[in-house]
């Protein structure tokens, strides 16, 4: 079984720049969750999807950060204009559903000078 | 005072050795507690569950919660090269993974 895709593995941008981000779930999780890992930190949840609506946004930047998980499927993250303290590794992860075990993906390094 | 209190490390122990992983929380609303593996440049792997207080064994992984004391441990027995990586406790109030709060992580090093 394919695990959760992301992509791009690494991104280097200048600030005020904008960047995305994208994720495929594993087939047939009906979960999706974005999370922020800034070196040295745990995983802080950014958006949580089921199927195609939001679960949870509560800590997602929303004047500079967006999600979408159009047909419920992939997902992308959008972050416009960047800044410094942006600078992290985006983790994706998918799961059945909301109580089952999820799956991370590799995550998207990104660096913002 | 963070939630969730854990010691970066790095921890290095001898191939063979038990090794004890710990977290302390403030939160007396945590319910469900869980350890994650982190290898480096990948995504964290669910290791163990548990739910309110007691030992759960799964092969030479050990996770024990003390909710009194609000402290939860993770024991590693016959320890691995395979298993340095870095571990992540992690606990809601709820079961599912909505309201999770991370700890920092402890760097593990398991020497050969």
């Not at chain 1, 994720?23 to 009906?30: D, E, F, R």
């Not at chain 1, 059945?96 to 590799?106: H, K, R």
Request: proline residues 6%.
């Amino acid at each position: 079984e394919a695990g959760v895709a992301q992509s791009p593995r690494y991104k280097i941008i200048e600030k005020r720049q904008s960047v995305a981000f994208w994720c495929n779930p594993i087939s047939g999780h009906a979960t999706l969750y974005w999370y922020q890992q800034i070196l040295g930190q745990g995983p802080k949840l950014l958006i949580q999807f089921q199927n195609n609506g939001v679960v949870d946004d509560s800590q997602l930047p929303k004047d500079r950060f967006s999600a979408e998980r159009l047909k419920g499927v992939d997902s992308t993250l959008k972050i416009q204009p960047a800044k410094l303290e942006d600078s992290a590794v985006y983790l994706c992860a998918s799961s059945l559903d909301l109580v089952e075990t999820q799956y991370f993906g590799p995550g998207t390094r990104l660096l913002v000078l | 005072q963070k939630e969730v209190e854990q010691d970066p490390g790095p921890l290095s122990v001898p191939e063979g050795a038990i090794v004890s992983l710990n977290c302390t929380y403030s939160n007396s609303a945590f319910q469900y507690f869980m350890w994650y593996r982190q290898y480096s440049r990948k995504g964290p792997e669910l290791l163990m569950y548990t739910y309110s207080s007691g030992n759960k064994e799964d092969g030479r992984f050990t996770a024990q919660v003390d909710k009194s004391s609000k402290y939860i441990s993770l024991f590693i027995r016959d320890s691995q090269p395979s298993d340095s990586a870095t571990y992540l406790c992690a606990m809601s109030p709820a079961r599912g993974y909505q309201k999770v709060t991370f700890g920092t992580g402890t760097k593990l090093q398991v020497i050969p």
